[in-house]
């Protein structure tokens, strides 16, 4: 009997989810704000529990595995959501295990910014031994490295991530629990500030479109592009993908921004060139397929 992935795709503040083909093609998609959850008297991990049950329910074919794609810090095991700061019903529970429990099938979960660089690496053609680097600028800073034929994940989980590296002098509480962190100015969530304070009347998908020379958004594609550059000196890859919601909206100086990087980069021999700089595919990509195929490849 035909069998698909129920696929979940979380993006800071909404998840959406499918049953996707082996050949890539999503059925029943369906998505939710995650504030929702927090509504009513049910905590929030039951209602997404009882919600995926039901979902689960209206699959056309069997499924075989369902895959959680998170824009957050796992554990090292991807056993357990360490920190997700706007669906924190999640945060220390055993995910995984809950849902297999529930669903009868295999679970897996994993960073979404993992996920998009084994889905960009496939697409784009790169090869298996390269070194590459993948950056994606949303409502936080999320990236992920390719070395030479795997992940590199760390000790911990969580090699490759630049969201915390703090900026002196700048005071800030971040969710992590520090002060000053470079997501707090160079991702989404300033990008967020710039639109209310500086450009109201502009409609948020249009401020890069209109503005995108303005001083003020050039100090902000400064700061987005300090920690990727930072990530470029220490790895030294061959290859830089860039993708994410922010630089995926229309009119971003994508450009400006990869000058910026270089700007800040090292390179210790001129004659020898940097690391190639390519667009994501998966920024464009349907969420939940970047995720299904991560479960079909094991990647």
């Not at 390179?267 to 990509?285: E, K, M, R, W, Y």
Request: charge should be negative; aromatic fraction near 8%.
């Amino acid at each position: 009997m035909p069998q698909t992935t129920f696929a979940i795709d979380f993006t800071h503040e909404s998840m959406t989810a499918a049953f996707v083909s082996d050949d890539g093609v999503p059925e029943g998609t369906a998505g939710f704000d995650l504030i929702d959850f927090l509504a009513g008297d049910s905590g929030g991990l039951d209602k997404f529990v009882a919600l995926l049950i039901a979902k689960s329910r209206t699959a056309k074919d069997g499924i075989k595995t369902v895959v959680l794609s998170m824009p957050c810090d796992l554990d090292a095991s991807r056993s357990r959501v360490v920190n997700f700061p706007q669906a924190s019903w999640l945060n220390d529970q055993p995910l995984p295990e809950l849902l297999a429990s529930a669903l009868n099938v295999p679970v897996v979960m994993e960073r979404r910014a993992i996920i998009n660089l084994c889905y960009d690496r496939v697409m784009l053609g790169l090869p298996d031994d390269c070194l590459a680097v993948g950056c994606y600028v949303d409502t936080h800073y999320e990236s992920a490295i390719w070395h030479r034929g795997a992940l590199l994940r760390g000790k911990n989980g969580s090699a490759g991530n630049i969201a915390h590296i703090t900026i002196q002098d700048r005071e800030d509480n971040c969710f992590c629990g520090k002060v000053g962190c470079v997501d707090l100015y160079g991702a989404g969530l300033r990008m967020r500030q710039l639109h209310t304070m500086i450009f109201p009347d502009t409609p948020l998908e249009s401020l890069f479109e209109r503005h995108g020379e303005h001083p003020i958004v050039l100090d902000y594609l400064g700061m987005m592009a300090y920690p990727i550059a930072m990530e470029l000196n220490i790895v030294d890859p061959d290859f830089l993908i860039l993708g994410g919601a922010i630089p995926s909206m229309r009119g971003f100086p994508r450009t400006l921004l990869e000058e910026e990087i270089v700007r800040h980069s090292y390179h210790p021999n001129p004659d020898q060139a940097g690391a190639i700089f390519l667009p994501s595919v998966a920024s464009t990509t349907p969420g939940v397929i970047c995720a299904a195929q991560y479960a079909l490849t094991s990647c």
